[in-house]
């Protein structure tokens, strides 16, 4: 094609461009009148979608009116916020509650014994922290009596010298809050102890004026439930009756000290032989096994006409009962395909007769069993141990048939020697103390038998020195049924997964993120079966996992996160492994024990001490303190950073030569529901945070201060949000009204009209609203429009609330009200998603059908337009080339003009004749 580098012709001098573009003008005419009609249709498809997004809005409005919680929403108000304050989170019941704020949580804090200076080197050693597993744990009083507990109340004491005290147990909930209340008391000289399982009371005054002597108070029932009722003896002690017992109710995962049983659900759980030859094997289910209760229906309906299974006499174990005929065999009990639930129930005795009695399944008021202790492998089969105190006095005590350690103590302790057996100050273990004061002997502890029991206790020893300690007897604390949301002081241990690599170069993952990993069993259980050579258990001191390398390779035991995850560093099981004995042979283990173990050398200060321990980060703080007197004014203070009970930090620090005290005890907060003045009537909950958010369901209960008065709760509805709601829905209705008259508008001066003057569509979204926002509706009760609730359409159209109106409408009849606004089929809120949903709804409602035909037409007439636009172009070339060639014609006949006019004339000579 022809261009030119000039839009005036260089000949004719006729100006080419303008000349076409004028010549183009007229020709696009039609093609520009349909682009104005598509430029109008795209506005109206532009009011169109605005009419819908508002419409929406006003659907979304009433959606949320439409909520029962709207309807549902109260308020809450503290009688002493000051002590108690309430937080509603969900729809509360209204009403007035009473509650006793009885004490804020208090984080555990202890202090050592003092040295001379803060640099002064401690000797070396280890020193260990964990949270819990303390031996002389009380057990919760709602545990006692067989689940039936104890009623709250008071009861008084009398000591042997006449005084009295009324000792108030409201708000006990262990059994050391029991103990520690009675202890407290100074206006009586007695001293109240655990005895097994029961409750000893001892006179110290020395006096006989008169008994010693327990009486009800008010009328309770406290005394007796204590088993100390009818207490009334000339002597200086006296003990309770037995307050352990199982029962039907207790959560299997409340035996053997909280480790509960190992139930699996896919294998066989035990495995009986019966007197007749025949066996039997027993499968529980875990889900269906959670109670005492449950788990003897299931035993009894494992074979009815073979076995039976009860509680013993003395409720503290399970007894197995063979129905079958006696040919000779012998009854017998054992766990099936490598399970332990025949040892976890203590049934791997022998039988007497056809009677198989099991082991002690709960512990005593303040001591564990036997079997819990060593990491729950137990201490074995008890025997003799010899015992020899300073003065050379000796003994010989039989251990045999003890359950729990305080058994083991009690028989210590009725040695006869000037001995006294307790637990250690660590609370870990046990400590033997000469008293006799004798020095010209070794204290002596030793196996009597081949039991080895002074081996197994820890207090094999022969020296000159008044004391023993066994160190920490392993109390188990962590087993297969902990879940995982529990560990880390509550924290839980994160989702996420982690690489094992064995010592072969093997690998396997551990995935964390499915729903069916909740306890520490579920990750053995993936661990265990990744096919690597790696054993994962629960370590030998039961306080964590423990993975043991089976194919003492070359390589190096390792575990590793993966991505960000933090799943492996939960489970203490990140890092590579360490080399130690196990059975004889250096094993590589990777140990996830929740014990923090530091060492120290001797030249170690309690400046080092403290400086280690906050590095570590275990969620304790150690400072130095220095009393400022004395001359050993420098202690170490340790604070645990975990509130409550689960924060109670047990230390061993004997290596170093530190003990420790108590400066506040780890306490849990605690808040009674009821008064607390009417015996036996309140029931008391716990938190370690000062929250309680299950007490009353949707509301969050805070304690901030202690009183044994009683602050009130009051939970009344509220009309806030459904005002609010109200509100918004009169905003939306009115915008969309708003919207509806700024494309509609009419002005008869200037004939002026809105983009969608005289649209049906629009019309048809007026009735259908002005009919539905004024009308009225029958059948559900009193309220039957909205101008009822201070609603209603003003001259102009536009919504309006008399907020006064909806309030006292809501205040006389508030079911009405939502009756109105939620009825399934006639509610106003379904009436008008209906509406909203014919006019802007999905498929074929009103506006969307309007705004598929609008982008129809544009789609075609935007067609026809590229179809002109194509026509247009090649006019346009058509234009151009002809003034192109006009320009060659002109120049051309120029040519030939200049040739012309080169053409000069030739002049003619004629001669003249000559006459002559």
């Given amino acids: ?23 183009m003008s007229l020709a696009s005419r039609p093609r520009d009148t349909l682009a104005t009609r598509v430029a109008g249709l795209q506005e109206q498809q532009v009011a169109v979608g605005e009419l819908t997004a508002l419409s929406i809005g006003l659907q979304l409005s009433v959606k949320r009116l439409a909520s029962a919680r709207v309807f549902q929403q109260v308020k809450t108000t503290s009688s002493n916020d000051t002590l108690l304050a309430a937080t509603v989170t969900g729809t509360p019941a209204t009403g007035t509650y009473s509650f006793t704020p009885v004490r804020t949580a208090q984080s555990h804090q202890l202090i050592s014994g003092g040295v001379a200076s803060s640099d002064q080197a401690l000797g070396g050693g280890a020193f260990k922290l964990r949270f819990g597993g303390f031996l002389d744990q009380g057990l919760d009083l709602e545990l006692l009596n067989g689940g039936a507990g104890v009623e709250r109340g008071k009861i008084r004491i009398t000591d042997r010298s006449g005084a009295s005290a009324v000792i108030d147990l409201r708000f006990a909930v262990t059994v050391d809050d029991v103990l520690d209340r009675i202890n407290a008391n100074d206006d009586i000289n007695v001293t109240a102890l655990a005895d097994g399982d029961a409750i000893r009371l001892v006179d110290e005054t020395g006096l006989a004026i008169t008994n010693l ?47 509960g049983l190992s139930i699996r659900n896919e294998l066989p759980d035990l495995e009986v032989r019966f007197r007749d030859g025949s066996t039997l094997e027993v499968d529980l289910t875990r889900d269906d096994v959670s109670t005492v209760g449950d788990l003897l229906d299931a035993l009894n309906a494992a074979d009815p006409d073979r076995l039976q299974a009860a509680l013993s006499a003395d409720g503290k174990r399970l007894v197995l009962t063979d129905l079958t005929a006696d040919a000779g065999g012998t009854f017998a009990v054992s766990s099936a395909l490598g399970g332990t639930l025949a040892e976890d129930l203590g049934l791997t005795g022998s039988a007497t007769g056809g009677v198989l009695t099991g082991g002690r399944l709960l512990s005593g008021l303040k001591s564990p069993l036997l079997r819990s202790l060593h990491g729950g492998q137990g201490l074995g089969t008890l025997g003799q141990i010899s015992l020899t105190d300073r003065s050379g006095a000796s003994a010989t005590v039989d251990l045999a048939g003890t359950e729990t350690l305080g058994d ?75 879940r995982l949301d529990a560990l ?91 080399v130690v004995d196990v059975g004889g042979t250096p094993t590589q283990v990777i140990d996830g024990t929740t014990t923090t173990t530091i060492t120290f050398d001797a030249e170690a200060t309690l400046a ?89 369901e949707g509301l969050d209960l805070t304690v901030a201060g202690s009183s044994d008065e009683p602050v009130t709760i009051d939970v009344q509805s509220t009309d806030d949000s459904l005002v609010s709601n109200a509100r918004l829905l009169v905003t939306q209705y009115n915008k969309l009204r708003d919207k509806i008259d700024e494309l509609t508008y009419f002005n008869a001066r200037s004939e002026e009209t809105g983009i969608l003057f005289g649209s049906r569509e629009v019309l048809q979204i007026e009735s259908q609203l ?82 598929d035909t609008l982008q129809r037409i544009i789609d075609a007439q935007n067609d026809r337009i590229a179809f002109f636009d194509a026509k247009l172009e090649r006019q346009r070339e058509h234009y151009l080339s002809y003034y192109y060639k006009l320009e060659l014609a002109v120049a051309k006949i120029q040519s030939n003009l200049s040739i012309v006019e080169g053409i000069k004339p030739m002049e003619l000579f004629i001669g003249r004749s000559r006459r002559g």
Avoid: C
């Fill in 488 to 578: 880390r002081n509550g924290q839980g241990v994160r989702t996420g997964s982690f690489t094992i690599v064995d010592t072969m170069g093997k690998t396997g993952a551990v995935n964390l993120r499915t729903s069916t990993v909740e306890t520490v069993g579920d990750v053995l259980e993936l661990i265990n079966g990744l096919g690597i050579a790696v054993e994962a258990r629960i370590n030998d001191t039961g306080d964590g996992i423990l993975l043991v390398d089976t194919a003492r390779g070359g390589g190096t035991l390792t575990v590793i996160d993966t991505g960000n995850g933090k799943a492996a560093a939960d489970l203490g099981l990140a890092g590579t492994a360490q």
């Fill in 213 to 259: 002597k327990v009486q009800e108070v008010n009328g309770g029932s406290t005394a007796a439930d204590l088993g100390l009722a009818g207490i009334d003896v000339a002597a200086s002690g006296a003990t309770g009756q037995d307050l352990v017992r199982l029962f039907n109710q207790l959560e299997v995962g409340q035996l053997n000290d909280g480790n």
């Fill in 408 to 482: 083991v103590v009690e028989r210590l302790n009725a040695s006869g020697l000037g001995l006294t057996v307790s637990v250690n100050s660590a609370r870990n273990g046990i400590v033997v103390q000469d008293q006799t004061g004798a020095t010209a002997g070794n204290l002596v502890i030793a196996n009597a038998d081949a039991t080895n029991t002074a081996d197994q206790l820890g207090l094999t020893f022969d020296g000159a020195a008044d004391s023993v300690n066994s160190g920490s007897l392993d109390l188990q604390v962590f087993h297969e049924h902990m």
């Fill in 770 to 851: 002005s009919r539905l926002f004024t009308g009225r509706t029958y059948g559900l009760g009193a309220i039957g429009s909205l101008e009822q609730l201070g609603l209603s359409l003003d001259g102009e159209g536009q919504l309006k609330l008399d907020e006064t109106r909806l309030q006292a409408a809501f205040a006389s009849d508030p079911d009405a009200v939502q009756r109105y606004f939620l009825d399934e089929e006639s509610g106003f809120a379904a009436r008008l998603d209906a509406v909203i949903e014919s006019i802007a709804g999905e498929g074929q409602s009103l506006l969307v059908t309007r705004n």
């Fill in 1 to 23: 094609m022809a261009t030119f580098s000039s839009s005036v012709g260089l000949i004719t001098g006729i100006n080419i461009a303008e000349t076409v573009d004028q010549l």
């Fill in 608 to 696: 080092d001490v403290a400086r280690q321990i906050n590095e570590r980060e275990l969620g304790v703080t150690a400072s130095v303190f220095e009393s400022g007197s004395g001359v050993t004014p420098f202690r170490l203070v340790l604070s645990s950073g975990v509130p409550g009970t689960r924060g109670a930090m047990l230390l061993d620090g004997a290596e170093l030569g530190l003990t420790f005290r108590e400066l506040s005890p780890a306490r849990d907060a605690v808040l009674m529901v009821g008064a607390a003045d009417i015996p036996g009537a309140g029931i008391l909950a716990t938190s370690s945070t000062n929250r309680f958010s299950k007490v009353v």
